[in-house]
């Protein structure tokens, strides 16, 4: 990996971690209000989603392949990684667009994944399968308040990512993923995360299905977060 490759890719890092802090540095005017959180999220989310609209146009202009599209659902057995704002957000979603028996089903589906990967070393978790609990006939039922890991995941071969998924447990072969949509997505959000910390709102990620669990059964509360509290302390990692 050549020095200006690593040079480039500092610099995007940089450049989308700087635009996520100042979203939110200037949309979330008071750390009280979940609502402007909410309202800086669905901003960045589209945004980001603005900005992968755009490199698939540049790809297919190029004869560069992009295998994703609805019912592909290969990487949704994969362990994800979310900020906790990021899964108050999708609470907020849940809540508001499911019934309270969905919302059940999805809790019990949480759960179950939760206690499948319960004890696995990071290395360990990269290495098992198992649908994610939003997961229903390969789609997606909460496509809108994915989270960001969700939205930047994008493949150029799904024949790698079919790959992945028969053979999870092979730890040398993985998707082939476009790596600037990775950075771009990854930078923006740590930078948005930042300015939560700056903002004394503890952020720290944490398995998707285990922190879903916890917020949607409000073992972790919004109200306690917002104030301050390290409410990731009340579940390990």
């Given at each position: 990996m050549g020095k200006n490759y690593l040079e480039d890719m500092s610099s995007i890092a940089s450049v989308f971690y700087a635009d996520g802090y100042n979203l939110a540095k200037e949309m979330i005017r008071k750390k009280y209000l979940l609502t402007d959180i909410f309202h800086a999220m669905t901003q960045q989310y589209q945004t980001i989603d603005l900005l992968i609209d755009s490199?698939?146009?540049?790809?297919?202009?190029?004869?560069?392949?992009?295998?994703?599209?609805?019912?592909?659902?290969?990487?949704?057995?994969?362990?994800?990684?979310?900020?906790?704002?990021?899964?108050?957000?999708?609470?907020?979603?849940?809540?508001?667009?499911?019934?309270?028996?969905?919302?059940?089903?999805?809790?019990?589906?949480?759960?179950?994944?939760?206690?499948?990967?319960?004890?696995n070393t990071d290395a360990e978790l990269l290495k098992y399968s198992y649908p994610c609990p939003l997961l229903d006939n390969g789609v997606c039922i909460a496509y809108n308040a994915r989270p960001m890991a969700c939205r930047i995941y994008m493949s150029s071969d799904v024949k790698s990512c079919i790959k992945r998924y028969e053979l999870h447990d092979n730890d040398k072969d993985f998707p082939a993923l476009f790596e600037f949509l990775l950075v771009a997505g990854r930078n923006m959000n740590a930078g948005f995360a930042?300015?939560?910390?700056?903002?004394?709102?503890?952020?720290?990620?944490?398995?998707?299905?285990?922190?879903?669990?916890?917020?949607?059964?409000?073992?972790?509360?919004?109200?306690?977060?917002?104030?301050?509290?390290?409410v990731l302390d009340l579940c390990t990692t």
């Open positions: 490199f698939s146009s540049r790809c297919r202009l190029s004869n560069v392949n992009i295998d994703c599209k609805k019912g592909c659902g290969y990487c949704c057995y994969q362990p994800v990684f979310a900020s906790i704002h990021e899964v108050f957000y999708m609470k907020d979603y849940v809540n508001n667009h499911f019934s309270s028996n969905q919302i059940s089903e999805i809790k019990a589906k949480a759960k179950s994944k939760t206690d499948y990967s319960q004890g930042g300015r939560l910390e700056e903002m004394k709102i503890q952020n720290a990620e944490m398995r998707f299905e285990k922190l879903l669990y916890f917020v949607l059964n409000d073992d972790i509360n919004e109200i306690k977060w917002l104030n301050g509290d390290k």
